[in-house]
Every structure is written in structure tokens, then in C-alpha cells.
């Protein structure tokens, strides 16, 4: 009996947690905002070998923190904290933010991927 239970449970957490990042990501891109941010820390030990980026951000006069998990390129991780980047978050619940860093980020936000970044940051 606690076995079903237990994958019920753990079912309906997946399900929320992947309901909860659509609507996130599907405020970004219908309320879209940019602005720069910068990134503070990367940290290596992630969560199935991804890193933790953090990064910070100012949009209407208030700071915010956001962090991203994605696998940062090696070669990035020592260029990338300190670094000035864009920033696509939803101008109705600031607090929901992406940096924009890989092509496809600005592909999916339908933008182009600036020579800044390509010049700075050339994808391995």
C-alpha cells in the first residue's frame, strides 16, 4: 500500500514541477522584458552535472537573484562571473527571469544572438 502511494506522490510532484516551469517560461516569452544582468557564481557541483549559475538583476528600480541550472562550457566558467548579460524576464512577475547566453536562449526568445556575446563567448 505505501509503495503506490509513494509513486503517486512522486508522479504528481514531476507534474507539478513541470506545469510550474511552462507557465514560467510561457509568462517570459507572452510578457516579455530585457535587461542586463550579472553573473555572481557558478557552481560546479550541480544537480545531474549541471551548474548552478547565479546572477543578479535590476528591472523598475528593484534588484532581484535568480539562478539557472544549465552545463556551463569549461572554458566559460572562468570568463563568465563578473560578466554583464541579457536578461528576458516576465515584466508581470520580474522574479521569473532566464539569462540569455546560448543561441538557442535567443532563439527561443526570438532574438538574434549578438555578435557581443559570439565574440566573447564562442560556443565549443
Do not use: C
Not at 32 to 44: H, P, Q, S, Y
Not at 65 to 85: D, M, N, S
Not at 117 to 123: E, Q, R, S
Amino acid at each position: 500500500m505505501g509503495l503506490p502511494l509513494f509513486f503517486a506522490f512522486l508522479a504528481g510532484f514531476l507534474i507539478y514541477v513541470n506545469v510550474r516551469e511552462n507557465i514560467r517560461e510561457r509568462g517570459i516569452r507572452e510578457n516579455r522584458a530585457l535587461t542586463t544582468g550579472i553573473v555572481t557564481e557558478i557552481d560546479e557541483r550541480g544537480y545531474k552535472k549541471r551548474d548552478r549559475v547565479t546572477y543578479h538583476y535590476q528591472f523598475e528600480g528593484k534588484q532581484y537573484a535568480a539562478v539557472r541550472w544549465i552545463h556551463v562550457p569549461e572554458p566559460w566558467k572562468y570568463t563568465l562571473p563578473g560578466r554583464v548579460i541579457p536578461v528576458a524576464l516576465d515584466s508581470m512577475s520580474p522574479e521569473n527571469s532566464m539569462f540569455l547566453i546560448f543561441p538557442l536562449d535567443f532563439e527561443w526568445q526570438g532574438l538574434a544572438y549578438p555578435d557581443s556575446i559570439k565574440n566573447n563567448f564562442p560556443f565549443p
